[in-house]
């Protein structure tokens, strides 16, 4: 199928297969694929700086229907997301802005590819240290029957003293985020956090939930489930700015972006269900070896050229 | 919890193959007359465009998140 505003010649049933994929991996996982859809999307000929653009829009949609699933559970800290969303639309245009700057100096393909390489594989590297301690700590726990039932459920980070000692940063001017259970915490910390992600979002494509969701847990000390919800609600708004900031520059082809969120409509709902089958740092491990496909096609792709 | 897992996929199946089925019926009727009016307005209007894309994206989600949900809940129901 000819896509005439990428120029791009790629089969639908590909970009719905790599939709469905992606899709179970956001109802699986919980995140938005762009390590695996702007790698995809390279892998056909797509040039990155329209991988990025494209991809920012299917994220979109992908967002409006899990926002509304999460909205549901009351899962939305509302404040919290528009604050979010003012850092992350800045960060997301200076993303596109370099974008633009690479483009234009004609090295855009090898300075997105090297980039996304150390991001993903750093998530990876996290993931796997991460899950591999939590299950290490499950595991002493469990015998001794002091961990069972409800309270297995309960948030445990090693990154708890520092999260604390960063919400008792006094910068002017504080906010309270009651929904959060956060009393008190630095505005400018919450920008800087949002910032962050806008730009690896508007960088590197997607919605960067791989950054922003572990910096809400870890940084600003947001619960789990309500750091999902409110970062999804953040993406719609922050990726809607990053697909019409791309889109304005000629680096969105929404005909791919509909064909793909085709495939992942149906895909999202089937990794959702799949979650009752599997649960906690099991599924964060089996995520460890998504990132770093993403890392084998960005670098094939580098190394030789070649595409399907 | 066996047959209920049987059940649940054959579900998906079913859902999957009529899925499918409008999904190519939608490339043909929608995505096949959009292609030429969109990269048109891609190259004259830029900011329409963008426009239009946002809210296509969001149409298009709701829309199918709607049609799966509908699916999945009438085959479920039938399957009982």
């Keep these: 199928m000819f896509f005439p505003i990428s120029g791009a010649?790629?089969?639908p049933i590909y970009l719905v297969v790599v939709g469905f994929l992606i899709g179970i991996m956001g109802g699986f996982f919980g995140v938005g694929g762009s390590f695996i859809a702007?790698?995809?999307?390279?892998?056909?000929?797509?040039?990155?700086?329209?991988?990025?653009?494209?991809d920012l829009a299917h994220i979109v949609g992908k967002s409006v229907v899990a926002v509304r699933q999460h909205r549901a559970f009351g899962n939305v800290d509302l404040k919290l997301g528009l604050i979010m969303a003012i850092g992350t639309i800045a960060g997301a245009e200076v993303g596109a802005q370099l974008i633009q700057v690479f483009k234009r100096a004609g090295n855009v393909n090898v300075v997105v590819s090297v980039v996304s390489i150390v991001v993903y594989l750093s998530i990876s590297a996290f993931m796997l240290w991460e899950s591999w301690k939590t299950l290490i700590l499950q595991k002493k726990r469990l015998p001794q029957g002091k961990v069972k039932g409800v309270k297995s459920k309960e948030d445990h980070s090693a990154f708890g003293p520092?999260?604390?000692?960063?919400?008792?940063l006094k910068i002017w001017p504080m906010v309270s985020l009651p929904t959060s259970g956060i009393k008190e915490i630095s505005l400018w910390l919450i920008l800087l956090v949002a910032f962050v992600g806008g730009f690896f979002s508007g960088f590197l494509g997607g919605g960067a939930g791989y950054i922003r969701m572990p910096s809400m847990v870890?940084?600003?000390?947001?619960?789990?489930?309500?750091?999902?919800?409110t970062d999804l609600f953040e993406i719609i708004i922050s990726a809607s700015y990053g697909t019409f900031s791309h889109a304005v520059k000629g680096n969105v082809d929404i005909l791919i972006a509909l064909v793909m969120h085709t495939g992942a409509a149906i895909g999202a709902q089937i990794g959702a269900i799949c979650t009752q089958y599997f649960a906690g740092p099991k599924i964060r491990l089996a995520f460890v070896p998504l990132?770093?496909?993403?890392?084998?096609?960005?670098?094939?792709t580098l190394f030789t050229g070649h595409k399907l | 919890m066996k047959k209920e897992t049987a059940r649940t996929l054959r579900a998906f199946a079913i859902e999957l193959a009529i899925y499918a089925l409008l999904v190519v019926a939608y490339f043909f009727l929608v995505l096949h007359f959009l292609g030429a009016w969109l990269y048109q307005l891609e190259s004259q209007h830029r900011y329409i465009y963008a426009s239009v894309a946002i809210l296509l994206m969001i149409g298009q989600a709701v829309v199918l998140q709607n049609v799966t949900t509908l699916l999945l809940r009438f085959i479920r129901r039938r399957a009982r």
């Design chain 1, 291 to 300: 990132p770093l496909i993403g890392a084998a096609i960005v670098i094939y």
């Design chain 1, 162 to 168: 520092v999260t604390r000692a960063i919400q008792r």
């Design chain 1, 38 to 54: 702007g790698p995809a999307l390279r892998l056909v000929g797509l040039n990155w700086n329209f991988a990025v653009g494209t």
């Design chain 1, 218 to 229: 870890y940084v600003l000390g947001i619960p789990t489930h309500l750091a999902v919800g």
């Design chain 1, 9 to 11: 010649d790629i089969s």
